[in-house]
C-alpha cells in the first residue's frame, strides 16, 4: 500500500502563486517507480487531470488550461511530488488531488491506482 497526503494548499489572490506536496509512504513511490499525477475537482464538476510525472523526471504532461502556469516535479529521495502554481487564476479553484501509478504517466484517472485526500486550493478575484 501507499499512503499518500498532498499539503500546501489555501486561499490566493488571483494572479499569485502556490506550491502544492504530495508526500508517500508505505511503500514508497520509490519503490515501484511510481509515476506520479495531479487532478483536481472544482464544485459540481468532475474530477479532471492536471499535470503527471514519470519516474525518472523525464517526462511531463500537462492539462491545457494550466500548461505554462503549473510545473509538475518530484524529489524521489524525499518521496514527494511537488506542484508549483503560477499566475493563478478563480477558475484554478479546486481539491487538488495527488495519485500514484504502477504504470506509465497517463491523463486518465483510471491509471492511477493510490490516491490522496485531497487539499483544497482557492483563488479569490
Known amino acids: 500500500q501507499v499512503q499518500l497526503v498532498e499539503s500546501g494548499g489555501g486561499l490566493v489572490q488571483a494572479g499569485g502563486s502556490l506550491r502544492l506536496s504530495c508526500a508517500a509512504s508505505?511503500?514508497?513511490?520509490?519503490?515501484?517507480?511510481?509515476?506520479m499525477g495531479w487532478f483536481r475537482q472544482a464544485p459540481g464538476k468532475e474530477r479532471e487531470f492536471v499535470a503527471a510525472?514519470?519516474?525518472?523526471?523525464?517526462?511531463?504532461h500537462y492539462a491545457d488550461s494550466v500548461k505554462d502556469r503549473f510545473t509538475i516535479s518530484r524529489d524521489n529521495a524525499k518521496n514527494t511530488v511537488y506542484l508549483q502554481m503560477n499566475s493563478l487564476k478563480p477558475e484554478d479553484t479546486a481539491v487538488y488531488y495527488c495519485?500514484?501509478?504502477?504504470?506509465?504517466?497517463?491523463?486518465?484517472?483510471?491509471?492511477?491506482?493510490?490516491w490522496g485526500q485531497g487539499t483544497q486550493v482557492t483563488v479569490s478575484s
Open positions: 495519485a500514484a501509478s504502477r504504470a506509465m504517466p497517463t491523463r486518465l484517472e483510471a491509471g492511477y491506482d493510490y
Open positions: 508505505g511503500r514508497t513511490i520509490s519503490t515501484y517507480a511510481m509515476a
Open positions: 510525472i514519470n519516474w525518472a523526471s523525464t517526462r511531463t
